[in-house]
């Protein structure tokens, strides 16, 4: 498979994930949360699968996984949530990935 189809389809299974855990959660704008959430993790995934670090396979998804999830914890200041997603998701994709 291919490093782009392996990251499209990483990045779209990670975003549904994300998005369904996001379902019974109350908030004011739910719908712009989760397209805002689903492209974040569907950007994890895309990037993971498509780049090369010279660490194992699961470090690099941990990196990246936190790296790009930091602004969105920033902004929403749901720190433990977000970067948890980020981190656990990045690095299995990152095992996948190898």
Request: charged share 10%; glycine share 14%; net charge positive.
């Amino acid at each position: 498979m291919s490093h782009v189809l392996l990251g499209t389809t990483c990045g779209l299974a990670f975003g549904v994930f994300c998005v369904a855990t996001m379902i019974p959660l109350k908030m004011d704008d739910k719908r712009r949360a989760m397209i805002g959430a689903f492209v974040n993790r569907f950007g994890i995934g895309f990037v993971i699968c498509n780049t090369s670090l010279p660490w194992a396979g699961w470090s690099n998804g941990l990196l990246i996984g936190l790296l790009l999830s930091l602004p969105d914890a920033i902004i929403t200041k749901a720190w433990a949530p977000i970067l948890g997603f980020g981190a656990v998701g990045g690095a299995i994709i990152g095992i996948l990935a190898t």
